[in-house]
């Protein structure tokens, strides 16, 4: 017991380095799939490893929670950059309750294991880290680019794009927003 808490909270040292690197020097959407998608892939592949691999098993888990504490490094900033303005607190408090509301239940999938099969809950956490994926295509890339500020600026993406930058964003080169 006492070894797999110091391997699992051993597994977070990369993520505090790896994290804010990506978020960094990165564009935000592409780690952000990548990363639930090696998650669910090592997800789904603890099924089919034998369980006399046990260190196998175990190297899938820790890689599929490295890569999902990236996702939730990068989540914090990624929700702030995607929500305008005006909503921006709201949203941002709505991102962070649905991820509670994700790890209080968390333990409670775990124990369908002993209920219906072995696999139900890698199968679970697999599935929702491909939807995960998909849903992060549908957002908005936000590196090196203005906050929008309405809902407006939302709605109508292409008078952002004129903002865009190549480089670090400094405050006292943005331009006045757009107003409707």
Do not use: W
Request: glycine share 6%; charged share 15%.
């Amino acid at each position: 017991m006492y070894i797999n808490f110091l391997i699992s909270a051993a597994v977070e040292i990369p993520v505090c380095v790896a994290a804010p690197l990506l978020i960094k020097f990165v564009k935000r959407k592409p780690p952000f799939v990548v990363c639930f998608v090696v998650t669910s892939i090592a997800c789904v592949l603890v099924i089919a490893v034998p369980e006399d691999m046990v260190a196998t098993k175990i190297s899938l888990t820790m890689i599929g929670k490295m890569f999902i504490s990236i996702t939730y490094g990068i989540m914090f900033l990624y929700g702030g950059e995607v929500f305008p303005t005006v909503i921006r607190t709201v949203g941002v408090g709505t991102s962070i309750m649905c991820s509670r509301i994700g790890g209080a239940i968390a333990p409670f999938v775990r124990e369908l294991s002993k209920s219906t099969h072995v696999a139900v809950p890698s199968v679970i956490y697999g599935v929702l880290s491909i939807i995960a994926a998909i849903m992060v295509f549908l957002l908005p890339e936000t590196f090196n680019r203005q906050l929008p500020d309405t809902i407006l600026e939302i709605e109508n993406p292409e008078k952002l794009t004129k903002y865009e930058t190549k480089g670090p964003v400094e405050e006292t080169e943005l331009p006045e927003p757009v107003t409707a």
